[in-house]
């Protein structure tokens, strides 16, 4: 648009220096600002468009990007031998991102408060498989890692064996599962209530 | 995870050392390829957190997960090792080396790649707490060795110049050959035929 006002001006210097017609020479710069003019509103037409299209293109990303979500459906307690539990978390995992997500570690995050004063969360490995140990334990770990499409989702167990040894007899303050994909993202919910399964 | 790069600046916390209080060594085939690892006995009165990760730790089913880093420290009279453990539990730590008393335990956990730590107090030692809960914490080669033999050559120099009057060039052998002593205590390792233990 700038070049366009220069020439425009640059044209109008010169048609007014010969010695033509005088008539001509306004003509033309009328012309030249017209045009000058219509390149200022095609160009700020165009930035319009183009701040649209990088708010679509933002919104692409963040539905490629979004992270998974975790709901818990249930949460049980199988006291299955004296001195530790097996707790197991049924739960669904939603996927909205375009993209597949890897779910690659679960984890049973137990908090307490030692007799010392001393606040520690350890985070407790799920199990892959029900041993002999669990073999009242009627439901089948997820299989890890566990793949979920795009725009998807799927639920399961995720079972955790805790020793009552963990917290020294200490009460349970709070328990968190977290799950994390392959690209270092994690999401957790916290459990509040299990489901006591007697033997 | 290793970290091979430029030494670099930082500032630690100071609440969170957790000073040497004790020191042996154990070997076991199975660790560390039977080489002697040094047994760190760690005044954790200041830290009982460091105390209660030990013990839950033999109490969660699988290894953890640490991050170690080495340093010098300012005054320069020792170095350090910083351990951030992820799991079972969160916690960060360092302990300090004084260079003269304790480089052998330096040396000791750079040959094996790895070092035990308990909980304890001043005249504790590993054979007579056997029953301690007690952590093996791999440390892999970072990038420190190259630093560390320089190093530890320049403080024994400056020592034994010190202690005896020598000019620093003349007492410099001397220097290399307690190095060489020390070398060679920490690269013993047991033989397969048999149990060792030391303190």
Same mark, same amino acid.
């Given at each position: 648009? /700038?070049v366009?006002v220069?020439?425009?001006e640059?044209?109008?210097?010169? +048609?007014?220096s010969?010695?033509?017609?005088?008539?001509?020479?306004a003509? %033309?710069?009328?012309?030249?600002?017209? @045009? +000058? +003019?219509?390149?200022?509103?095609?160009?700020?037409?165009?930035?319009?468009?183009?701040?649209?299209?990088?708010?679509?293109?933002e919104?692409?990303?963040?539905?490629?990007?979004?992270p /998974?979500?975790?709901y818990?459906?249930?949460?049980?307690?199988w006291?299955?031998?004296?001195?530790?539990?097996?707790?197991? +978390?049924?739960?669904?995992v939603?996927?909205?991102?375009?993209?597949?997500?890897?779910?690659?570690?679960?984890?049973?995050?137990v908090?307490?408060t030692?007799?010392?004063?001393? @606040?520690?969360t350890?985070?407790?490995?799920?199990v892959?498989?029900?041993?002999?140990?669990d073999?009242?334990?009627?439901v089948?770990?997820?299989?890890?890692?566990?793949s979920?499409?795009? %725009?998807s989702?799927?639920?399961?167990?995720?079972?955790?064996?805790?020793?009552?040894? @963990? %917290?020294?007899?200490?009460?349970?303050?709070?328990?968190? @599962?977290?799950?994390e994909?392959?690209?270092?993202?994690?999401?957790?919910?916290?459990?509040? %209530? /299990?489901?006591?399964?007697?033997? | 995870?290793?970290?091979? &790069?430029?030494?670099?600046?930082?500032?630690?916390d100071?609440? !969170?050392?957790?000073?040497v209080?004790g020191? &042996?060594?154990?070997?076991q085939p199975?660790?560390?390829?039977g080489?002697?690892?040094?047994?760190?006995?760690?005044?954790t009165?200041?830290?009982?957190?460091?105390?209660?990760?030990?013990?839950?730790? &033999?109490?969660?089913? &699988?290894?953890?997960?640490v991050r170690?880093?080495?340093?010098?420290?300012k005054?320069?009279?020792?170095?350090?090792?910083?351990?951030?453990?992820e #799991?079972p539990?969160?916690?960060e730590?360092?302990?300090?080396?004084?260079?003269?008393?304790?480089?052998?335990?330096?040396?000791?956990?750079?040959?094996?790649?790895?070092?035990w730590?308990?909980?304890?107090?001043?005249?504790?030692v590993?054979?007579?707490?056997?029953?301690?809960p007690?952590?093996?914490?791999?440390?892999?080669?970072?990038?420190? #060795?190259?630093y560390?033999?320089?190093?530890?050559l320049?403080?024994?120099?400056?020592?034994?110049? #010190?202690?005896?009057?020598?000019?620093?060039?003349?007492?410099r052998p001397?220097?290399?050959?307690?190095?060489?002593?020390l070398a060679?205590i920490?690269? !013993?390792r047991?033989?397969?035929?048999?149990?060792a233990?030391?303190?």
């Open positions: 648009m /700038f366009a220069v020439a425009a640059l044209f109008a210097e010169q +048609a007014s010969s010695s033509g017609n005088a008539d001509v020479a003509v %033309t710069a009328v012309v030249s600002v017209g @045009i +000058a +003019a219509v390149a200022l509103l095609v160009s700020m037409s165009n930035r319009r468009t183009a701040r649209r299209a990088l708010v679509l293109a919104r692409q990303e963040a539905r490629r990007l979004a /998974f979500g975790l818990l459906n249930e949460a049980r307690r006291r299955l031998q004296p001195g530790g539990a097996t707790l197991g +978390a049924h739960v669904r939603s996927n909205p991102a375009d993209r597949g997500v890897s779910v690659v570690r679960a984890e049973l995050h908090q307490y030692s007799p010392e004063n001393v @606040i520690l350890v985070k407790v490995p799920c892959s498989d029900v041993g002999p140990a073999d009242s334990v009627p089948e770990p997820a299989e890890m890692p566990l979920v499409g795009p %725009t989702a799927r639920a399961g167990w995720f079972l955790f064996r805790v020793d009552a040894a @963990i %917290t020294n007899s200490a009460p349970v303050d709070r328990y968190d @599962i977290v799950l994909d392959v690209e270092g993202r994690s999401e957790s919910v916290q459990i509040v %209530t /299990f489901s006591e399964v007697l033997r | 995870m290793t970290s091979v &790069g430029k030494p670099r600046r930082a500032r630690v100071p609440a !969170l050392a957790v000073p209080v020191d &042996g060594s154990l070997a199975e660790v560390a390829d080489r002697f690892v040094p047994v760190l006995i760690l005044d009165s200041r830290r009982p957190d460091v105390a209660e990760m030990i013990r839950v730790h &033999g109490h969660v089913e &699988g290894p953890g997960d170690c880093q080495w340093a010098t420290m005054p320069p009279d020792g170095v350090a090792l910083h351990l951030t453990f #799991r539990v969160d916690l730590m360092y302990v300090p080396f004084s260079v003269e008393p304790q480089a052998v335990l330096v040396e000791g956990i750079l040959r094996a790649g790895a070092v730590i308990q909980a304890g107090e001043s005249g504790d590993p054979s007579r707490t056997l029953g301690v007690r952590l093996l914490v791999e440390v892999p080669e970072t990038g420190f #060795r190259s560390w033999d320089d190093f530890l320049d403080q024994l120099t400056r020592a034994i110049a #010190r202690d005896t009057g020598l000019p620093r060039r003349k007492a001397y220097a290399v050959e307690v190095i060489s002593q060679e920490a690269a !013993l047991m033989r397969s035929d048999g149990p233990g030391g303190n």
